[in-house]
């Protein structure tokens, strides 16, 4: 069976809660502005009322109870709730805000406790995995999904950005002791290439900013925020590319594709190389991992039985032939042959 491209289910309870969310807050708005708001005295406790427990229901439905998270992460959303009620209801005195801020605060000391004892069992499953793989990503994903649970991918994803963004050119490469390194970039002109991307980005950056707030100030701002994160994508994206090329063992063909792409494939499971100068014809079976490297493929691997690609936020195809760029494609082509399953 194969499949294409598809967001993984477990983001939706996500999107759904934040679509509620956003309702909820324009419903309310609109209520605190309307023109007889003031003469109706049971409004503001009812906005109150909305945002302090309505909000915090949803979040458990849609989030804590979909993703089996523990019921303290409530905490969070109705922390929420009493920050939209005091920025909804800033001049209306309300009992019940006073103590809602009590226990958010008593709620808050809680919840910062439980974060750092979870954070401390993250932080030691890291380290057990990081004995058996060089790899961060794959070191944090198995360290995360014991405590995170269905969040993981989403976490992971945005901690390597940050992490690959931040260090930088200081980043290791993720290369174990028995593993051989086959570089994806030196030999493409891919910095070249996302150097020319990234500064396009910010050119248009700039001048969207000055289009948008012509018209809406606060709109550009966020425009710009958006394309400020989109460069910082494309940069960690590029030393994920550096730090972690494609890799050989005795057993494993594991290939990796910057932030984006990752799959471990049995030497057993593969049954042909082919060198190819081009991309191959789109088929729901074949995934075009050269294409985040902004260059064509030079080998296309032919597999026996269907593979699993991991991606991005949990998204993941299933495929039979995987086309790949390697700097040294005749090399890793002569080592892969030397399989008996591989023609």
């Known amino acids: 069976m194969t499949s294409s491209l598809r967001l993984p289910v477990?983001?939706?309870?996500?999107?759904?809660?934040?679509?509620?969310?956003?309702?909820?807050?324009?419903?309310?708005?609109?209520?605190?502005?309307?023109?007889?708001?003031?003469?109706?005295?049971?409004?503001?406790?009812?906005?109150?009322?909305?945002?302090?427990?309505?909000?915090?229901?949803?979040?458990?439905?849609?989030?804590?109870?979909?993703?089996?998270l523990p019921i303290t992460?409530?905490?969070?959303?109705?922390?929420?709730?009493?920050?939209?009620?005091?920025?909804?209801?800033?001049?209306?005195?309300?009992?019940?805000?006073?103590?809602?801020?009590?226990?958010?605060?008593?709620?808050?000391?809680?919840?910062?406790?439980?974060?750092?004892?979870?954070?401390?069992?993250?932080?030691?499953?890291?380290q057990v995995a990081r004995r058996h793989s060089a790899d961060f990503i794959d070191n944090l994903d198995a360290a995360c999904q014991p405590v995170l649970g269905r969040l993981t991918e989403a976490i992971v994803t945005e901690v390597a950005v940050l992490r690959y963004a931040l260090l930088g050119v200081w980043a290791p490469t993720e290369v174990g002791a028995a593993e051989q390194a086959f570089p994806t970039y030196q030999k493409s002109g891919f910095a070249a290439m996302l150097a020319t991307f990234a500064g396009l980005s910010l050119l248009e950056a700039a001048a969207a900013h000055l289009v948008a707030s012509?018209?809406?100030?606060?709109?550009?701002?966020?425009?710009?925020?958006?394309?400020?994160?989109?460069?910082?994508?494309?940069?960690?994206h590029g030393q994920a590319v550096r730090c972690r090329p494609v890799l050989l063992t005795a057993t494993t063909l594991v290939v990796r594709v910057g932030l984006v792409w990752r799959v471990a494939i049995p030497r057993t499971q593969l049954s042909g190389v082919e060198a190819i100068a081009d991309a191959p014809a789109a088929a729901p079976d074949t995934l075009n991992a050269a294409r985040l490297l902004l260059t064509p493929p030079n080998l296309l691997l032919s597999l026996a039985e269907p593979q699993r690609v991991r991606g991005l936020y949990g998204l993941h195809r299933t495929v039979r032939r995987l086309a790949i760029y390697v700097d040294d494609p005749a090399g890793l082509a002569r080592r892969l042959r030397a399989s008996p399953s591989v023609t």
């Open 10 to 68: 477990r983001l939706w309870p996500l999107l759904l809660f934040g679509l509620l969310l956003l309702l909820l807050v324009g419903i309310e708005r609109a209520v605190v502005h309307r023109a007889d708001f003031s003469l109706h005295p049971a409004l503001p406790a009812a906005v109150a009322f909305d945002l302090l427990v309505g909000l915090p229901m949803l979040f458990y439905l849609c989030v804590v109870r979909r993703y089996r």
């Open 214 to 236: 012509h018209w809406w100030p606060r709109g550009a701002w966020v425009l710009t925020g958006l394309s400020a994160y989109s460069v910082l994508w494309l940069f960690a």
């Open 73 to 126: 992460t409530v905490v969070a959303a109705f922390g929420v709730g009493l920050a939209l009620s005091r920025w909804l209801l800033p001049t209306v005195e309300l009992p019940v805000l006073a103590w809602a801020g009590r226990l958010a605060a008593v709620g808050e000391v809680a919840v910062v406790g439980y974060a750092l004892v979870r954070l401390r069992r993250v932080q030691q499953g890291y």
